[in-house]
């Protein structure tokens, strides 16, 4: 795996590493900080340098996260769609995205979504009670409501979004009132994260002994509520996992191959390989920031950044190592380096909490919901 | 009573989308996931790729050996098309 480069499907721009809102199991470390904001010649000069690579394909993802990017004006994403959109190359279809908690999103908003097609991820735990208990504003109140109230002007407006929901050990006995409340919302695709340790969140309640068998018996539960329902939506883990299972290779694991994904934080640092290695310092003190956007001739600089050069080898001798020891490899083709790190300190081990809760457990539930006898499989084709 | 449902599951380069049918009541909430059963993990997903192949030959090469759609596995923007879902 390690001859791989890209090519490069998603890019991931921090244009404020400000939130609003300050989440009890966030990983971010400046979150606090309004000033930290990307101007538009680091927009610029990053469109350039990924638009002049040659590991490009005809279609990319360009998501504005790591912050609360609605913390910006509309204004600033039209004008940075325009630098973008201005600078690409003919024939490259580019996907814009939000992560976002909702809480700002208004009509302004919306049009600005409608104009230009752009993808909406909305950050909802569940239920008010899971939901406010940990996706608070600094003054200590939930942001449940203003979160929802964003979600309704876009049921309003018809304007399609898809949500996260990050489960903590208070989820996992609530499949079925998680079901629910996402059903009765109408996203597209409803994505599961866990709560994660990860640089600045250094305790999960799902890395606690006892909550493994909980979250298996939770994907179970929670797989049997979404088949009981009239409308099927998509449950991102089980589409990914099945996918996988069905027909993935080891080398589709974006995660440990350079370029795949482009992190960009708001300064013009560049990283590749997960996003949240921007926010991370090693126990040793070291970044994982390979390069600069001002500094770069090429993106490729990145790759022979000495930074990046005992990082990746580092990833690559952990992928090596997962290859050998783990059934799984196949099917997850070497974890997340940001998990290894954070878990473990280093980039070169193996198996970690997050695998077992987000590989393991999702792979197990597909492959026993497939091999039962009652189940069958219906490949449409959709071109 | 046995209700069968359909959960989507997937979709692949070629825009197949994979479909996984079972019944609501055969998994209770009290069945949860036992590991390395009677087989390990690498022949179950053998298993499990060589009954797809044998059901769907009309996929051309197999669906086992369909390519996943290049998607960021991060996000999965590209999975949350409006229509996604009601393909299936």
């Keep these: 795996m390690r001859h791989l480069v890209g090519p490069i499907g998603l890019v991931v721009l921090q244009s404020t590493a400000f939130c609003n809102i300050d989440c009890r199991y966030c990983y971010l470390p400046n979150r606090s900080n309004r000033r930290q904001t990307m101007d538009l010649a680091t927009v610029e000069r990053a469109a350039q340098l990924i638009f002049a690579s040659p590991h490009l394909k005809d279609e990319l993802d360009v998501v504005w996260h790591a912050g609360e990017p609605l913390t910006a004006p509309p204004e600033y994403y039209s004008a940075a769609i325009e630098i973008i959109d201005e600078a690409k190359p003919d024939g490259l279809a580019i996907h814009y995205g939000f992560q976002t908690n909702g809480t700002l999103i208004d009509e302004a908003w919306i049009d600005l979504f409608e104009r230009h097609s752009i993808n909406i991820g909305v950050s909802l735990d569940g239920p008010r009670d899971l939901h406010d208990a940990n996706r608070k504003y600094r003054n200590g109140q939930g942001s449940f409501d203003r979160a929802m109230a964003g979600v309704e002007r876009l049921r309003a407006r018809g304007y399609p979004f898809h949500v996260i929901g990050v489960l903590t050990a208070q989820s996992l006995h609530r499949a079925r009132d998680l079901v629910e409340f996402y059903w009765q919302l109408g996203p597209t695709s409803i994505g599961l994260n866990v709560e994660e340790v990860e640089a600045q969140n250094r305790h999960s309640s799902l890395y606690d002994a006892d909550a493994g068998a909980a979250f298996d018996r939770f994907v179970a539960e929670l797989l049997s509520e979404a088949a009981a329902q009239d409308t099927p939506i998509e449950i991102r883990d089980f589409a990914r996992t099945m996918s996988w299972v069905v027909a993935g290779k080891p080398e589709d694991n974006d995660l440990v191959v350079p370029l795949r994904i482009v992190n960009v934080a708001w300064n013009g640092d560049l990283s590749t390989f997960c996003p949240e290695l921007l926010a991370l310092t090693g126990a040793d003190g070291r970044r994982f920031v390979f390069g600069n956007v001002r500094d770069c001739r090429a993106l490729t600089d990145i790759l022979e950044d000495e930074r990046f050069v005992s990082a990746a080898g580092e990833i690559w001798r952990g992928v090596a190592r997962c290859e050998e020891q783990c059934q799984y490899f196949r099917v997850c083709g070497g974890g997340a380096p940001v998990n290894k790190l954070s878990e473990t300190g280093r980039l070169d081990t193996t198996e970690t909490n997050f695998c077992r809760l987000t590989k393991k457990t999702w792979v197990d539930a597909c492959l026993q919901l497939a091999s039962t006898a009652d189940s069958r499989f219906e490949l449409t084709r959709s071109m | ?88």
């Design chain 2, 1 to 88: 009573m046995t209700q069968n449902r359909r959960l989507v599951a997937g979709f692949t380069a070629s825009g197949a989308v994979l479909c996984l049918t079972l019944s609501a009541d055969g998994h209770g909430a009290g069945q949860y996931i036992a590991r390395g059963l009677e087989q390990s993990v690498p022949s179950r997903i053998e298993s499990l790729r060589e009954k797809l192949n044998a059901g769907f030959p009309q996929s051309g090469s197999g669906a086992g050996e369909e390519q996943i759609q290049n998607i960021v596995q991060f996000f999965n923007f590209s999975n949350c098309k409006p229509t996604s879902a009601k393909k299936c």
